[in-house]
């Protein structure tokens, strides 16, 4: 058949579905009205009248059918071509019988319930008078389709041509339709000879195929080999193709592979079904191939659509992983959080800090006698055992200025422990720098001061912004690990007072603190 042809075939089809679709209306309206009478007649007593009413409703299901059928059949398969005058008076014809017929008993029968004042039926069946009267007028007009496609000046009565015409020229000629996509498919039918079809009809246009015989093959075959689209039947004798489906659309790994049904059971219900529990598409057998092979290109180019996008979101999802953990490493989680409930300002008072201050002693005369990176792995070795320790501890690393080391607790979250926790940093800190100084064979010692009180914690700047703290409490603190001695661990009395009992202190004197005169201090020291 040449391409003229195959496109004169198809208008002739879209006439006749435009045709069904103009009649559905009305014959659906009348085959309303014919149930509801019957349904009236039967529970209102009225047995006298219901042969006749039987007569109706047969004749409204029989019209309803025919107009269903318009667009199957020989009727669309046979252009009307120079018949077409006489194809249009043998379909007035077939549908004007039962709808006299409907008319004619209808008629009789309301002159029947005339005589029952205030009976209801009265009112449905002048409904049902008036649709069928109407059909009948406007038969002619609606069943005409020996007007050519082409025709332009159209009377108004034939604008279903004028549509006819408008849809080919968008949907364009018929062309050979051509795979884009290729994948691997897998056939799941218990019936041989259709296995052996599909299958070779899927190899010819380049895809991979596998096929199985039944429901349990499917589940093991998918469980085994991975698949980007399953053709599955609906009956199956082990586990039917729903069952399947469900299955597959209940296990992570196979939710996201389109599902095609393919069945025998054509019914509105099952593909209802099938559609509900996740099927991408249902076809009834026999198939179309031209049709399949559409729905396999159009389902391969949405899984790979997908596939694609479920790509992107684990990327976006590993560097949204990696820019928290970067930013764990610059501030609190609680203040993270914050900033992503968009606060823009994030400043708040503690009471019961305790600020630590740690500094390498000679550190920059043993850096000058040592190549650069040798200095800055010792510092990367020891500060990230500094930083363990704090996690460990619950301390709070705030910043590393060049050797020294700074740290608190008590925040962003109050500790009731943060006093033995800050000790514990601090001795840890030491007996971590002798680790790190035996395996470097480096002989550094180092400074420690503590201090507690009230502090002010925020961030500070947009670019490169850190986390910091202020106050007097960090400047004494400051002031005590400049006082200290080395290996030693300086604390204030009023961090002092919370550890006694806990950790051995030894008493310092009085020293004299720049900015807060006399301060009595401690030196903690192991259990």
Not at 378 to 402: C, M, P, Q, W
Request: aromatic share 6%; hydrophobic share 45%; net charge negative.
């Amino acid at each position: 058949m040449s391409i003229i042809d195959t496109d004169n075939a198809r208008a002739w089809r879209i006439r006749l579905a435009h045709l069904r679709q103009e009649l559905l209306s009305p014959v659906n309206a009348l085959l309303g009205y014919a149930e509801i009478l019957h349904e009236d007649a039967s529970r209102n007593g009225r047995p006298d009248i219901l042969p006749d009413m039987n007569r109706i409703l047969g004749a409204a299901r029989d019209l309803a059918g025919k107009v269903d059928r318009l667009v199957d059949g020989d009727r669309a398969r046979s252009l009307p071509g120079a018949a077409a005058a006489t194809q249009e008076q043998e379909l007035r014809h077939e549908l004007r019988t039962p709808l006299n017929a409907i008319k004619g008993y209808g008629e009789m029968l309301r002159e029947d319930v005339a005589n029952f004042s205030g009976d209801s039926l009265r009112a449905d069946f002048d409904r049902l008078l008036a649709a069928v009267t109407d059909l009948l007028l406007r038969l002619d007009r609606i069943v005409r389709f020996s007007v050519d496609v082409e025709e332009t000046s159209l009377a108004p009565d034939q604008t279903g041509a004028v549509m006819v015409s408008d849809l080919m020229r968008s949907l364009g000629p018929v062309r050979p339709y051509a795979v884009t996509e290729t994948g691997s498919i897998l056939v799941v039918d218990d019936i041989e000879a259709n296995r052996d079809l599909l299958s070779r009809r899927l190899t010819r246009d380049g895809h991979r195929v596998a096929s199985v015989a039944g429901g349990q093959q499917a589940l093991q075959a998918l469980a085994d080999d991975e698949f980007d689209l399953v053709l599955l039947d609906l009956m199956m004798p082990d586990i039917n193709g729903l069952d399947v489906l469900v299955r597959m659309k209940a296990d992570e790994r196979l939710r996201r592979i389109p599902v095609i049904m393919i069945t025998a059971l054509a019914e509105t219900e099952s593909a209802v079904r099938c559609i509900e529990a996740g099927a991408e598409d249902y076809l009834p057998k026999p198939f179309d191939p031209v049709l399949l092979r559409a729905r396999i290109n159009a389902c391969l180019h949405k899984k790979r659509w997908r596939d694609r996008e479920q790509k992107y979101l684990r990327r976006i999802e590993d560097e949204t992983a990696k820019f928290e953990r970067l930013l764990l490493t610059i501030l609190p989680r609680q203040v993270i959080g914050r900033l992503n409930q968009g606060e823009a300002m994030i400043a708040d008072r503690f009471e019961g800090v305790s600020v630590l201050f740690a500094d390498l002693v000679s550190f920059t005369e043993h850096a000058a006698r040592v190549t650069p990176a040798a200095m800055v792995e010792y510092l990367n070795r020891l500060f990230s055992e500094f930083d363990a320790l704090a996690r460990e501890l619950g301390v709070e690393k705030i910043k590393t200025i060049g050797d020294a080391y700074m740290a608190v607790a008590g925040l962003p979250d109050p500790n009731p422990d943060g006093f033995a926790a800050i000790a514990k940093m601090a001795l840890g800190m030491i007996d971590r720098l002798g680790r790190v100084n035996s395996h470097f064979g480096w002989p550094l010692q180092i400074r420690i001061g503590i201090h507690s009180g009230p502090v002010v914690a925020g961030i500070i700047g947009t670019h490169r912004f850190v986390y910091d703290v202020w106050g007097d409490t960090v400047n004494v603190a400051s002031r005590l690990e400049a006082y200290s001695l080395p290996n030693r661990i300086h604390v204030s009395q009023d961090t002092a007072r919370h550890l006694v009992g806990l950790f051995p202190l030894e008493p310092r004197g009085s020293i004299d603190v720049k900015g807060k005169g006399k301060l009595e201090t401690f030196f903690l020291s192991w259990i």
